[in-house]
């Protein structure tokens, strides 16, 4: 996006650059090569500046809306089971920490 912009505003600035030379040099019969040079600069920095603005809008529209999923917090669940067995009992503990 901001490519976009610093290529418009460059393309913008040569345009002028060239406009005001043509003003001091040939203007008003200026040739149609010269004068078309100056649109198509013109044209490229309308180009160059809109699709600097649509990446910056879309880019600020991405992080609007894009959220990272906060963990939820984990339930540890432990789990005490006891059985009896011939010589007595068995005691275990099993579960997620």
């Known amino acids: 996006g901001l490519a976009g912009i610093a290529t418009g505003a ?3 600035y040569w345009g002028r650059q060239d ?6 040099t040939c203007s008003p019969h200026c040739s149609q090569a010269s004068i078309s040079h100056i649109q198509t ?12 603005a649509a990446a910056l809008a ?3 529209l991405f992080f609007a809306f894009s959220h990272t999923e906060t963990s939820q ?10 059985r009896p067995t011939p010589s ?3 005691a275990s503990v099993s579960g997620t920490f």
């Open 73 to 82: 917090p984990t339930q540890t669940t432990t789990m005490i089971g006891v």
């Open 10 to 12: 460059l393309a913008t």
């Open 41 to 52: 600069m013109y044209l490229v920095a309308d180009g160059a500046f809109g699709a600097g």
């Open 88 to 90: 007595g009992a068995v």
């Open 19 to 24: 406009n005001t030379a043509l003003q001091t």
């Open 58 to 60: 879309i880019t600020t």
